[in-house]
């Protein structure tokens, strides 16, 4: 009987304990749940992962594309002409339009140009010319500039004091001078602003006088009589210069039967 009471006893223990390690595993597993479910819901509570993030590399940018190049300057806009003004008249009076002169300042056009130099640079340049060859006169210089043709100086031949001379021995092309032809009483195509001359020096006026001398103008033009020589600032029958003229109306005084003129162009007017 005592045997069977301690069997009881023992079993009893054994059943307490396995109950209460049910409860407290039940227990355990229910806390962890909350705990889970409350970090969850509270990410401040999540472990930190001490597991350092490596470093992001920034994307190499994707060139932006090179800015287009500057634009030329246009050149186009640089050939214009306006009448006398008196800011101008001030700058001819006395020298190439002298008291006297025939020639109506509203018959004249004060032309801006700009030229390839000798220097194979690009200069302003200004000529005064005959309303009536006007348009003629940007027309051929935007073309002679188009194909690079050098010209050393077109300047207004009253930066020369009016002296035709000095304006040719410094090689320079201009128009309008109210003048005579050389060693005449004959007005000029010049002094009607329908002549114009080009790189003066290397293209003079020259001719053999009654008396057998030879007149050549600018006097220092002495190289440039032999036209069977090369040089590449001689006018010529044919060549560029020669051809832009002569589309435009004009006639040239290298192809005169006696007189040669060889920097000289003009054009006839009704």
Known sequence: MAKKIL?????????????????MMIKFFNEAAEEEKQMEDNPMLKPIDETPTPTEIPATPTPSPSPSPVPEKNYDE??????????????????????????????????????YGFDGEI???EIIVNKAIADDTLEIFKELFDIK?????????????????????DNNSSS???????????LSN??????????????PYVYTRKDGSLFL??????DYVD????NPHFIKNGDPCYNIFIAHGFTWGGDWNTKKDYQHFEKSID
């Not at 300047?155 to 040719?168: C, F, K, P, T, V």
């Not at 010049?190 to 293209?203: F, P, S």
């Not at 103008?217 to 002495?222: D, I, R, W």
């Open 7 to 23: 069997y009881i006893f023992i079993f009893t223990i054994l059943a307490g304990v396995l109950i209460f390690s049910t409860v």
């Open 78 to 115: 640089e050939f214009y002409m306006t009448e006398i003004t008196d800011e101008i008249l001030e700058r001819i009076k006395g020298k190439s339009y002298p008291e006297g002169a025939t020639v109506s300042l509203d018959d004249l056009r004060w032309c801006h140009v700009v030229h």
């Open 123 to 125: 200069h302003e340049g």
């Open 149 to 169: 043709y050098e010209i050393e100086k077109i300047r207004l031949i009253d930066e020369y004091d009016a002296d035709d001379e000095r304006s040719m021995e």
């Open 176 to 186: 309008f001078c109210y003048r005579t032809i050389a060693e005449t009483t004959v």
């Open 190 to 203: 010049h002094a009607l602003g329908l002549a114009i001359d080009i790189n003066t020096l290397y293209n």
């Open 217 to 222: 103008q600018p006097e220092n033009a002495t």
């Open 227 to 230: 036209r069977e020589k090369e």
